[in-house]
């Protein structure tokens, strides 16, 4: 449940909450501008502004803020991260506070059923009490957080989902997917074996018994990542093959070792794949400094992996060669994962 569905739900129970939100950021901050956290009124509460002394002061004063303003309000405070938080990023944040009533419900209700759609946008206009009682918006800002005047707060809310195509359900396959769990990724997770999936898989995932694994690659959307790491190393050079030549597919990965690469490069060259074609194979797929060769350990390494490709591709509009090669580093170490599938 994420933040605005779990307001809404505390403001059915005759619970009220106190929203957190860095308005803005002034130098070195824990966490940007349009980050938000919510205090609960006796339940707790949930997401994060940044932890240590700014967090707890925040929270301090939204739970004063809640007592003393039993209709709403909203306070804009500033803080200074410096000696008088006993921190030394030397920055400092204005916090806006909106303690919301019960009867705020009418306008936080549309946006928690939005929340569960994906990502979206809102306009807010100041009331007299200082709150911006907001609504879905059309068009979703360039920017997290910004304010039109003094009147009108326009917010970002949910993180774009990168989608990925994960072939195999194997170990390593079952322990990747727990890793991505609480992150921005839209699994679809696909194998041919009626057996091969867990009875539960995390909110982001979704599974796929496959007939014809490689008909999956017609779902992909531009940006997304492709990793093969199935129980056939026959159906992994296929997938593989087929993810270079697909435009949409901005990342290829699959796990092996030094000697799958070579001979996986080989048959690519023989299918008239250019070089640099082929460069983009990253093969193993995890970091080589990880010498553990445990699932989870090896699923670790591949969420930075794919951290860093989604994080390039925010600054770059599109997965350059330049990350790929950075990912696939140390590739010819010669550390053998597919034996672990």
């Known amino acids: 449940m ?8 505390a403001l059915a129970e005759k619970r009220r909450g106190c929203l957190i939100t860095l308005a803005s950021v002034e130098g070195s901050s824990p966490r940007e501008t349009g980050t938000r956290m919510l205090l609960i009124d006796g339940g707790g509460y949930s997401g994060t ?28 405070r ?17 916090v806006l506070f909106e303690a919301l009533s019960v009867a705020d419900r009418t306008w936080v209700t549309p946006l928690a059923i939005a ?33 039109a005047g003094d009147t009108t707060l326009i917010e970002r809310h949910g993180e774009p989902r990168t989608p990925l195509l994960l072939f195999g359900a194997g170990h390593v396959g079952r322990a990747l997917v727990l890793a991505l769990a609480p992150l921005p990724f839209a699994v679809r997770w696909i194998d041919t074996r009626p057996d091969a999936f867990p009875g ?21 959307l531009p940006g997304t990542l492709l990793l093969a790491m199935t129980h056939s190393h026959a159906l992994d050079f296929d997938l593989i093959a087929a993810g270079l030549a697909n435009p949409a597919v901005t990342l290829v990965g699959v796990i092996g070792s030094a000697t799958k690469r070579a001979r996986f ?35 670790a390494g591949i969420v930075v992996q794919l951290l860093e490709a989604r994080d390039e591709a925010a600054r770059q509009g599109a997965m350059p060669a330049s990350a790929a090669a950075r990912m696939k580093s140390g590739q010819s170490t010669g550390q053998n994962r597919s034996a672990l599938v």
């Open 2 to 9: 994420s933040l605005w569905q779990r307001l809404d739900a």
């Open 49 to 76: 502004i940044g932890g240590g002394a700014l967090e707890w002061q925040a929270l301090a004063f939204a739970q004063s803020l809640l007592a003393e303003a039993p209709d709403g309000k909203g306070v804009f």
């Open 78 to 94: 500033s803080f200074s991260l410096g000696p008088d938080l006993g921190q030394c990023c030397g920055g400092r944040v204005q």
């Open 115 to 147: 929340e569960t759609l994906g990502p979206f946008a809102t306009r807010g206009h100041r009331d007299a009490r200082s709150i911006f009682p907001r609504e879905v918006a059309e068009a979703r800002p360039s920017l997290a957080l910004t304010f």
């Open 200 to 220: 539960v898989q995390p909110a982001n995932v979704m599974p796929i018994l496959a007939r014809d694994p490689l008909a999956e690659l017609a779902t992909a």
């Open 265 to 299: 490069a080989s048959r690519l060259s023989a299918l008239g794949l250019s070089p640099n074609t082929i460069d983009r194979m990253i093969c193993p797929i995890g970091l080589p400094a990880l010498r553990d060769k445990a699932p989870a350990v090896i699923a």
